[in-house]
């Protein structure tokens, strides 16, 4: 499409800014010095506007995903009055320079993705972008050579500086209705056309830093570095700061928490911005840590520029703007030098693919924050640890979850947790999760009695594929809180009126202590069904303890498999445990001549959005709140992070 | 409504300007004591009572007397919040401990005849933690009001308060603040603990360190920027001093 352009002399512009300022009807933002440096911030006039500026501190993300955000509003006195809070204040952002205008574009990649980030879009659509070409290349960007120095879309309108005039592209009917309503223009002569050519190109020869690496080859140098000790050396001097992030357009990463006035009356739930150069950035409730070396965390970082994020949606998540070169003060986060360093390199031996394409089916319904309202039917404690609860939806809809799926538990004031459905799929409106007190969401939760409202988000996540095991024999394996989710996916299988759809099933489970052992009941149940085979082991017992079984840790019980009855080849394992289960048990397995593809895993990490946009549960590329926490073997084993 | 929780503000050696904090709440203190109830709090109320389960105590430990009475102190609370610099960190009253104490009381009280008088009788400075176990802590020289609402809440709700592990680099990030560094200054914020709000350099005043180091000042990382910004190991060590004084581990975790 023929873009139109326009010509306003700079005059006219400022008068049109000014007429927007005293028309109130915007929120008028543009580009003003602070200091040496510059900033997006409200204008008061059209004179603070330096639009021959090389870059800002901060890019315009910050009008889309704000710093500090109110997503909704809860009383704690009447339970579960929640409002969400919508920001929709139309706003007119002057003076995007076209690397931030296609990380904006990027942006709305990841969080219009569905489900939809409904805040985010509002935003969206409320705010007029008005792009200008760069006059003043900042030292550190190297956006020229990764042609962002220059956009054809992605802008209302977009300013060209010609000396005593702007040429005006217009990108959008929003644009046009904008320019024609508040400004006089004249349509621009092939002269002038031609000199925003010029211009352009003028631009590209002024970047002195460059990259060396064409956008498509960023990912193949990257996997095949993983491994290199770059990254230990380089991450040496990393002070941790997550200034990278911050400062950076395509970082979008979130954190969510409640907060509550002093009276304790009501409260807030907020989204602020979070960072992955952070150590507490993949710590989960119990307080495991995901990537907990430094190098882990900042290598990360540059995966998922080059990697993870051009895997799933085909761009390089750098736009080279050079903030993060800047912020950095040991300089060891820009992007431009880390692949040029990389490319330097002879190709180390290929780590395999980060990145797994999972089908998933978030549908793209409601607000995907607010949680549903929701009642506690039932509180039980099953350990001194482990209380089980069952919970019923408030407009009596079941849940609708496949088992292996998860549902995120709000209890206003204190936050929300992930919890794995332990019930299995069936079509009452309620349904059962296992909580073990180890933060301040399960703590509350196991005080709360029946009668209690919690908001609830989900069915979330993929499932189990149940038709996948039929005419299978099953071997399901889990450790520890791992039985949360198995026992909806045995009781399930064994349901009478799907048993004759599997064949053998055999049961092993593995918990701490006795008094750690979750379900009980059902384990008796299991050890009375026909052709169920069903064994429990414990790490360890004291002396106190009524335990007459195994003990030992879960491989123990590999031994004790019936395997006259077991056809490796016909055979699906299920393994969900700790972190640390899977190593040891996949080596019993593949041992057992199990093939990989036969072995089907849960994998636990921070699971906070639930939806694929906060970036906490990451597994390399992989998000596992969406895309998993169900995956076959055999695909997710080529993440590194995986398993490690 | 549950019983409400009876809390004690208490202080040792220090200028009392967190507890100032607190009082200058203002108008939400009536908030304050709808939640919790105040049962002793010198610089605000006369009456005092010995019954409570949370002990905030603000101030170091300077002396065998108040040893006794932070441990009287922690006997008597379920919980005890460490308030303020002098208290979470030592602080400024740490800086002394670059000499021993009775080098201290000459310069300070010359040849004034102290011997034998317990106020005098000065050791070390010491944190709260040094003396009884602390379970929370409220950071900064001085505090911040909101963050102190923020625990004072998450106690009532019967929640762990969550303060930021993180350095004063992400809320000055986050305030689009033009670094100290490029401004040719030295900031303690790569290795202080965020949770300020970044108010010192916002304000364009490099960070102190006041809510304590959460890297060490000798990491490779440290040594790096102070070359490359031509500062010396010394200029850290002296910016240190202020509230870091002797400090050798940098938990993240208190």
């Known amino acids: 499409m023929k873009q139109a352009v326009k010509i306003i002399t700079k005059k006219d512009f400022l008068t049109l800014v000014n007429t927007l300022l005293q028309n109130k009807t915007y929120d008028v933002v543009g580009v003003k010095a602070k200091g040496k440096r510059y900033v997006f911030d409200t204008l008061n006039d059209a004179d603070e506007l330096s639009l021959d500026y090389d870059v800002t501190i901060l890019p315009p993300k910050k009008y889309f995903l704000p710093q500090y955000e109110q997503l909704m509003k809860f009383s704690l006195e009447k339970p579960f009055e929640v409002k969400e809070t919508i920001d929709d204040q139309p706003r007119i952002i002057i003076g995007v320079h076209p690397y931030d205008i296609i990380a904006l574009q990027q942006t709305d990649t990841q969080y219009l993705d569905p489900p939809k980030d409904d805040f985010y879009k509002k935003r969206r659509d409320n705010t007029i972008v008005i792009g200008v070409d760069i006059q003043n290349v900042s030292e550190r960007s190297f956006a020229g050579s990764m042609k962002t120095h220059v956009t054809e879309t992605g802008f209302d309108l977009l300013l060209t500086d010609l000396g005593a005039t702007y040429a005006v592209t217009v990108g959008t009917e929003k644009g046009s209705t904008l320019l024609k309503k508040y400004a006089t223009t004249k349509d621009a002569t092939s002269a002038e056309i031609k000199k925003i050519k010029d211009v352009r190109d003028n631009i590209a020869k002024k970047y002195k830093k460059k990259v060396k690496v064409d956008k498509k080859d960023w990912s193949s140098i990257l996997v095949a570095n993983y491994a290199n000790s770059f990254w230990e050396e380089r991450s040496d001097f990393c002070m941790e700061c997550s200034s990278c992030t911050v400062v950076c357009p395509t970082c979008f990463c979130y954190d969510v928490h409640d907060e509550v006035s002093l009276n304790l009356k009501n409260g807030q739930r907020i989204r602020t911005w979070d960072g992955c150069m952070l150590r507490g950035f993949t710590k989960l409730g119990s307080g495991e840590v995901f990537r907990e070396e430094p190098k882990e965390r900042y290598r990360h970082r540059f995966y998922r520029k080059g990697n993870y994020l051009p895997e799933r949606f085909g761009f390089v998540a750098c736009v080279g703007c050079g903030r993060c070169g800047i912020a950095c003060l040991p300089d060891i986060a820009d992007p431009c030098d880390v692949m040029n360093e990389l490319a330097s390199f002879g190709h180390e031996e290929d780590t395999g693919r980060f990145f797994i394409k999972q089908k998933t089916d978030a549908a793209e319904k409601g607000i995907i924050h607010i949680p549903r309202s929701a009642t506690i039917k039932r509180a039980e404690a099953r350990s001194e640890i482990d209380t089980l609860f069952e919970i019923e939806l408030d407009d009596k809809k079941p849940l609708g979850h496949a088992p292996g799926q998860f549902v995120e538990v709000s209890v206003f004031g204190y936050g929300e947790a992930p919890f794995g459905v332990s019930s299995p799929p069936i079509d009452t409106p309620s349904f059962e999760i296992m909580v073990r007190k180890v933060g301040n969401v399960t703590s509350k939760l196991v005080s709360m009695k029946p009668g209690d409202k919690v908001g609830i988000r989900g069915p979330l996540g993929n499932g189990f594929d149940v038709k996948a095991l039929e005419g299978k024999n099953i071997l399901f394996t889990s450790g520890g809180t791992g039985m949360v989710p198995m026992r909806s996916l045995i009781n399930y299988v064994l349901d009478k009126k799907n048993r004759g759809k599997f064949k053998e099933i055999t049961i092993l489970y593995g918990a701490k202590r006795p008094k750690e052992i979750l379900f009980m009941s059902d384990v008796d149940q299991w050890k009375k069904v026909e052709n169920v085979q069903c064994e429990l082991t414990v790490d360890k017992c004291d002396a106190n303890e009524c335990w007459d079984g195994c003990i030992g840790l879960i491989t123990t019980l590999f031994p004790k498999v019936r395997m006259d009855k077991f056809d490796s080849q016909n055979t699906i394992v299920v393994v969900i445990g700790p972190p640390v289960m899977y190593k040891f048990v996949i080596q019993c397995l593949r041992t057992m001549g199990i093939p990989e593809e036969n072995i089907i895993v849960s994998l636990e990490r921070r699971m906070k959005c639930g939806v694929g946009k906060c970036g906490h549960c990451q597994i390399n590329g992989v998000y596992v709140c969406k895309e998993g926490p169900v995956f076959n073997y055999k695909e997710i084993k080529t993440l590194p992070e995986a398993f490690e | ?254």
């Not at chain 2, 109320?45 to 949370?54: A, G, L, V």
């Not at chain 2, 790569?190 to 000798?218: Q, V, Y």
Request: charged share 30%; net charge negative.
């Open chain 2, 1 to 254: 409504m549950k019983q409400k929780l009876r809390v004690a503000v208490f202080d040792f050696a220090d200028c009392e300007g967190c507890e100032l904090e607190i009082a200058n709440l203002e108008e939400e203190i009536l908030d304050l004591i709808e939640i919790v109830d105040i049962v002793s709090f010198r610089e605000v109320m006369k009456e005092h009572s010995d019954t409570y389960d949370i002990a905030i105590v603000e101030g170091s430990i300077m002396r065998p007397m108040d040893e006794r009475r932070l441990r009287s102190i922690r006997s008597k609370a379920k919980i005890l919040v460490a308030l303020g610099a002098c208290a979470t960190i030592g602080g400024v009253n740490k800086i002394r401990n670059q000499w021993m104490p009775d080098e201290v009381l000459h310069e300070v009280y010359g040849n004034a005849d102290v011997k034998g008088n317990e106020l005098f009788d000065v050791f070390k400075t010491k944190a709260l933690k040094e003396v009884v176990p602390v379970d929370y802590y409220i950071h900064g020289c001085p505090i911040d009001r909101d963050e102190f609402k923020h625990v004072i809440t998450a106690l009532a709700l019967g929640k762990k308060p969550e303060i930021p592990t993180y350095p004063v680099c992400v809320e000055c990030k986050k305030n689009e603040n033009i670094c100290q560094f490029e401004l040719g200054k030295f900031c303690l914020g790569p290795i202080t603990r965020a949770g300020c709000k970044a108010i010192c350099p916002t304000h364009n005043s490099p960070c102190e360190g006041c809510r304590g180091l959460i890297k060490k000042a000798e990491a490779d990382c440290v040594k790096e920027v102070l070359e490359r910004y031509k500062l010396s190991y010394e200029d850290i060590r002296r910016r240190c001093t202020m509230y870091n004084y002797g400090r050798e581990e940098c938990s993240v975790d208190e």
